[in-house]
């Protein structure tokens, strides 16, 4: 058995989901490839090489694969997919966009979302946002499969000394082109990577307010995070928004500031380590998975977090 | 130009999910059904291209069992012109609907295919990414933006660091994000007229596709269950609590 990971990479670097699915592919066992396809992304496959576990480094470098447009990335990937027992990517916005299109070109039906191997054809998967968990098996040849982040711990970053080959192939279906993106900017922690998540929902009343929680988060080295009901109401970019729709997050310390606990934002933080919900309603769902609940208005309480921390 | 809309028939989002205890699946009997809410603001977002001028005919396909030409129905009332129901008893996997898809899109030629990003029950976010690479079109998933200009079409997606914005030539595919738009409701003298609008029922043999897929479903269980914590009377009292209790901070 190998198989090829698609590595996600940002701005020169190795993403962090890359290693979480390298470690998937750890627990279904055989050699580990990863693909880093991108423009000017040598780097990146140098630092590819090193994540511990990893065998082989392909590297597609071409304008083509520039903003990891589908339509061109995927033929490559289903081109070399052909020769892996499993072709991998993370959960992530480009690895969903691209890898059911992989799939597709494979004649095969994918598995999404994984949360745990259970062997090296059988896979658990959260359904009905989390609310139950499918096992499912996989009879296809080359067995197509995302990886949810939060299932599996990073393998890490160095330590591996891989081999770099470069795959010539480049596909530019010419049916698509990057126009730009608006890309927010921010010195804390990655949502999905962060130890610590400070999230706010409608409590906040306005995104103003959400200056209480960024300077919270920022004495506790914590990303900021929202919930569906804040983002909709536009106190807060899409970006920041945990849920099922959303971003997975699983870090240590999840605070929910006046967050009610909708089932969709619940999909998307209940697997964290320790829960913390502070609300005005003692009846908010929210405190039926919160460690520590504490019922008091988020505007006194916030401020005296900051303070004691 | 003509805008093919597909939707599914899946639980109400309201409906609070049971497992089975044979494990064999969610318990759907008496279960309220809708549209896919993803699926709804596919319908909203070609209603609004017809209402602009953009699109000239809008045809709602489904893959589903009788019961879903309820939600064919409803997306008629919402300002579809015709139906077309691809009728299925079975659960089909993604690549099977997929295909299927490409089968009425092959037939009725549109210019755009508007889907849903995923679909509540199966979560799979697979479909829309799937039927453009069966149809070769380019693909705009998870969209927060879409406009219609000359022979290409502008799509702003919802992305992990922000937004980023692709044109793609006609024919493509989209697929919706939850801020694309506000779904409206359908108002009774539509509800009425939609009764009398064109409804087509195919079946997958008659479209000669195999529904036949590589993933088996062994079982289904309900999740580890959370449970509550205990309620602190101070954020002294919390702090106190996860440095000595949780050790988190």
Same mark, same amino acid.
Request: aromatic fraction near 2%.
């Given at each position: 058995m190998t198989i090829l990971v698609i590595a996600e990479h940002e701005n020169g670097a190795v993403a962090p989901a890359t290693l979480n699915t390298v470690a998937a592919a750890a627990k279904i066992g055989g050699d580990i490839h990863v693909l880093v396809a991108g423009q000017n992304v040598g780097g990146v496959a140098e630092a590819a090489a090193?994540? !511990?576990?990893?065998a082989k480094v392909l590297v597609a470098d071409n304008a083509a694969y520039a903003h990891q447009l589908p339509e061109n990335v995927a033929p490559l990937v289903a081109e070399l997919g052909k020769a892996y027992s499993h072709v991998l990517a993370p959960a992530t916005s480009n690895g969903k966009n691209i890898l059911p299109r992989v799939a597709a070109l494979l004649d095969v039906d994918q598995i999404s979302e994984?949360?745990?191997?259970?062997s090296a054809d059988t896979f658990k998967r959260p359904i009905y946002a989390g609310n139950a968990i499918a096992t499912v098996q996989s009879n296809a040849a080359v067995k197509v499969i995302t990886v949810r982040s939060t299932g599996f711990d990073a393998v890490a970053a160095e330590g591996g000394s891989a081999a770099v080959e470069a795959v010539g192939a480049a596909h530019d279906a010419g049916k698509s082109s990057f126009v730009g993106e608006e890309l927010a900017k921010s010195d804390r922690p990655e949502l999905t990577a962060a130890k610590i998540v400070v999230s706010g929902g409608r409590?906040?009343?306005?995104?103003?307010?959400f200056k209480h929680l960024y300077s919270l988060a920022d004495k506790l080295g914590a990303a900021v995070g929202a919930s569906r009901a804040a983002v909709d109401a536009g106190?807060?970019?899409?970006?920041m928004q945990v849920g099922q729709t959303g971003k997975i997050v699983a870090p240590q310390l999840y605070i929910a500031v006046g967050i009610s606990g909708a089932i969709q934002h619940l999909a998307g933080?209940?697997?964290?380590k320790v829960i913390v919900a502070i609300n005005k309603?003692?009846? !908010?769902?929210?405190f039926q998975v919160a460690d520590y609940g504490l019922v008091a208005d988020l505007f006194e309480a916030v401020p005296e977090l900051e303070k004691l921390v | 130009m003509k805008v093919l809309v597909a939707v599914k028939r899946v639980v109400d989002y309201n409906v609070k999910v049971r497992v089975k205890a044979d494990n064999s699946g969610v318990d759907l009997a008496n279960v309220k059904m809708s549209m896919n809410p993803f699926c709804e603001i596919a319908v909203e977002e070609a209603v609004r291209l017809k209402e602009k001028g953009v699109a000239t005919e809008i045809v709602v396909v489904t893959i589903g069992p009788a019961t879903a030409q309820e939600q064919l129905r409803t997306a008629l009332a919402l300002g579809a012109d015709r139906a077309v129901l691809v009728e299925c008893a079975d659960e089909l996997n993604s690549l099977a609907v997929a295909k299927l898809l490409k089968a009425v899109v092959d037939k009725e030629q549109p210019q755009l295919v508007i889907l849903g990003k995923?679909?509540?029950?199966?979560?799979?976010?697979q479909t829309g990414q799937m039927l453009a690479a069966l149809t070769g079109f380019g693909q705009g998933t998870f969209a927060s933006k879409v406009e219609v200009a000359g022979d290409k079409v502008n799509v702003t997606r919802e992305i992990d660091g922000g937004l980023q914005t692709v044109a793609l030539n006609l024919p493509a595919i989209v697929t919706t994000d939850l801020r694309l738009n506000e779904p409206r409701y359908a108002s009774l003298p539509n509800i009425m007229k939609a009764k009398k609008k064109p409804l087509e029922t195919v079946t997958p043999d008659a479209l000669g596709v195999s529904t036949a897929s590589t993933n088996k479903t062994l079982k289904v269980e309900a999740p580890a269950a959370r449970s509550a914590g205990i309620k602190v009377k101070s954020v002294a009292e919390l702090v106190e609590k996860l440095k000595n209790e949780a050790k988190v901070i």
């Open positions: 090193k994540i !511990a576990g990893v994984i949360i745990s191997v259970e409590g906040m009343q306005n995104g103003d307010n106190f807060v970019p899409n970006d933080m209940k697997d964290s309603d003692e009846e !908010a769902p929210i | 995923q679909a509540i029950d199966s979560d799979n976010n």
